[in-house]
């Protein structure tokens, strides 16, 4: 059933045109090549404002000229959006990315607007251009766009010069979505190991520090503590955009202690609370001291990798972790070269897969690590006898106790209507081909049981066994479909009378459930009748009381029964009802599946119950190898009733199925272009109201 569209988001514009102003002001002068104007106000003052299109107007030409250094200035100045830079015209923008760049130098400015940038076109909803041609179209919502900017820009910044713009750059990582907290932090790492050693000297002697080169102690402690002061102000800066707790995650996450210490100094936590776990961390092995670290941020994939690091004496460890939270793939392939500890692995997920359902996958895997007791458990209960056998000789069954097995599988393979290989087991496997006949009879295989009798000389069995059964099947099929013919044309004919009644209530402007008449233009509203639910009602035939392979599909009528739904899937949602909707609901599937007579969900029932009567594929197929039979035993006039009497019914389907693929919509839309001749005044409509002998009375037809 198809859910609604949802209706987009009405989009957000604002008309910078107008401007309050006090009643009576008058404009004095527009300065030329300026965005002022200057106002008299009724006392007599002069004022003089920046009205928001002028200056809107001014900074479109700024940008198509590329003037980015002035044009940001005049949107700080008067509090734009920084948006705007890129949303005019994005392509341009990045194509001229570097001249951004060499315009506005100034960190702070460039702080500014990587901070502003968010996803959202502000051509369409703040500054809606009234001179273009035409109105901006599509939604305000720009996917990607503050990503795409942060690395274009990022490039040109460490193109230009990554130390001086550490700042923004580093903001161009914390403004991502998500934010790579990991990659910022790597760059402070960097700071922390890498730095210029003359710019410490520089440091240095503005600190008035006597640096002496013979000292190498000295010069090293001094560079340290440069290096340090540098990180700090990167990571103050950056502790100031992003939560600080986060940020300390991320660092642990790197396994960086020196770095974990510096953004813990940062935060709110207590130094007890720290390091003590630090300590102990740093004291552990390093692939004992990841996991540990994993485990804590709950990184579980990480977690389990580290651990197999450690060694063999952390794998009940690593068991543990995988069945917790289900990493049975990715512990199949970190162990898959490990042949001592690969079969455990398996083994667990064997277990996984057998609780969720998918026992042969399950099978299969405990096959494959010599759980064969697992594994055969797993093949009996979903019937793979081939599997069952073949692991049943794994186990050292005797050929009693395969046989017994036999028996046990073939007859749960006729509870399940498998009787062609109930049959194969019992011939191949127990060697009773007598017993293997009778499911084959039991399954209307005729064509089979009669090869497997005259195969073994059972001649007896096919005039006692096989011949009776033929002919029950014959009447079976000859009742059945006599039935069905009768009870589908009466429902076509029905359905053609709801239909013509639904028209002619509609040419009159009348509900004809209510007998009110509708406002105008309402008339798609009551032809709505056939709903989602029965167009995408399902061919799950009931054609079968003969056929022991009643599949719901068919061939021949596959485009107009091929979805395969019900009416109680189609009334059954994924979401959360209340207790209200909930009744509602149950209470609106009973009238729909009732299917009563005149009420308003008739004409689905009518159509939902002709499709399920569509005959299947495999009905076809067993109808085809009845009359084969029914030759076989010297029955040919019965064999041309069935298959006369079968034809009949498929022409009698075919020739509906116009009637069935036309929904009332289709009804609705045909009367719709007719409307206007039949539309009349309120005062005509409730005339014809009030005089019930001019109202089209519902035709009811009684079984």
């Not at 460039?110 to 939604?139: C, Q, Y």
């Not at 199925?657 to 309120?682: D, I, M, P």
Request: glycine share 4%; proline share 3%.
């Amino acid at each position: 059933s198809g859910k609604a569209p949802a209706k987009p988001k009405a989009t957000r514009v604002i008309d910078d045109s107008a401007r309050e102003v006090e009643r009576g002001a008058r404009i004095v002068s527009v300065v030329p090549c300026d965005i002022k104007v200057i106002l008299q106000m009724p006392r007599g003052n002069l004022e003089v404002v920046y009205p928001r299109a002028l200056t809107l107007s001014r900074l479109r030409t700024m940008l198509r000229r590329h003037e980015y250094g002035e044009c940001f200035i005049l949107m700080r100045k008067h509090r734009i959006d920084m948006n705007l830079l890129y949303d005019l015209d994005p392509s341009d923008f990045l194509a001229h990315i570097a001249t951004f760049v060499s315009q506005v130098t100034n960190i702070d400015h460039l702080n500014l607007f990587i901070s502003s940038l968010r996803d959202e076109d502000t051509t369409k909803t703040l500054f809606v251009d009234l001179e273009a041609a035409s109105a901006p179209s599509g939604d305000d919502k720009v996917a990607g766009k503050v990503n795409l900017v942060c690395d274009k820009l990022r490039e040109e910044l460490n193109r230009v010069s990554s130390q001086r713009y550490i700042l923004p750059i580093l903001t161009t990582y914390v403004r991502k979505s998500p934010p790579e907290l990991a990659d910022a932090l790597l760059l402070i790492q960097r700071l922390m190991t890498k730095h210029d050693i003359e710019v410490a000297r520089t440091l240095a002697q503005e600190g008035e520090v006597n640096v002496r080169d013979e000292a190498d102690e000295e010069e090293n402690d001094e560079t340290d503590e440069a290096r340090n002061v540098t990180a700090r102000a990167a990571l103050d800066y950056i502790v100031f955009l992003i939560d600080v707790d986060k940020l300390y995650d991320v660092a642990l996450g790197m396994y960086d202690f020196d770095l974990v210490m510096m953004v813990a100094q940062k935060s709110q936590k207590d130094p007890k609370e720290y390091m003590n776990f630090l300590t102990g961390l740093q004291q552990m092995e390093p692939a004992l001291m990841r996991y540990t670290i994993d485990a804590s941020l709950e990184r579980w994939p990480q977690a389990l990798a580290n651990i197999a690091q450690a060694g063999p004496d952390h794998f009940e460890t690593a068991l543990d972790l995988i069945s917790k939270h289900s990493l049975h793939v990715l512990g199949l392939e970190i162990y898959k070269d490990d042949k001592e500890r690969i079969g455990a692995v398996r083994n667990l997920f064997g277990d996984d897969l057998y609780f969720r359902g998918r026992k042969e996958e399950a099978g299969y895997i405990f096959f494959s690590c010599g759980q064969y007791e697992k594994a055969f458990s797993s093949f009996k209960d979903i019937s793979h006898w081939r599997m069952a056998l073949a692991v049943a000789s794994k186990l050292g069954y005797s050929e009693a106790a395969r046989k017994e097995l036999s028996h046990e599988l073939a007859d749960t393979l006729r509870n399940l209507l498998r009787f062609d290989e109930a049959a194969l087991l019992l011939g191949e496997h127990c060697g009773e081909y007598e017993a293997a006949v009778t499911a084959l009879v039991d399954g209307h295989l005729w064509d089979d049981a009669i090869r497997l009798c005259l195969l073994h000389n059972f001649q007896e069995t096919i005039e006692k066994e096989i011949h009776p059964a033929v002919l029950e099947a014959y009447r079976s099929a000859t009742a059945d479909l006599n039935e069905k013919r009768d009870k589908f044309a009466r429902h076509a004919t029905r359905l053609g009378i709801v239909r013509a009644n639904k028209l002619q209530f509609a040419q009159l402007g009348i509900d004809p459930y209510t007998r009110r008449t509708r406002p105008d233009g309402d008339d798609d509203s009551v032809m709505s009748g056939m709903s989602a639910a029965s167009s995408a009602s399902g061919a799950s035939s009931d054609f079968s009381s003969y056929s022991a392979y009643s599949a719901y599909s068919t061939s021949s009528y596959a485009n107009s029964a091929a979805t395969g739904v019900s009416f109680t899937t189609l009334n059954t949602t994924k979401g959360k009802l209340k207790k209200g909707e909930k009744k509602e609901k149950r209470e609106k599937v009973k009238h729909r599946v009732s299917g009563k007579e005149g009420s308003r969900y008739e004409e689905e029932y009518l159509v939902d119950v002709m499709r399920t009567m569509f005959p299947s594929a495999n009905t076809q197929k067993a109808m085809g190898g009845l009359e084969r039979a029914l030759v076989y035993f010297n029955h040919v006039s019965e064999a041309h009733q069935i298959d006369a009497l079968f034809s009949a019914y498929l022409h009698l389907i075919d020739s509906n199925l116009g009637l069935l693929s036309r929904s009332a919509t289709a009804v609705a839309q045909e009367s719709a272009t007719r409307g206007s001749a039949y539309k009349q005044s309120n005062r005509d409509k409730e005339a014809l109201v009030a005089n019930t002998d001019t109202v089209v009375e519902p035709v009811i037809i009684h079984d």
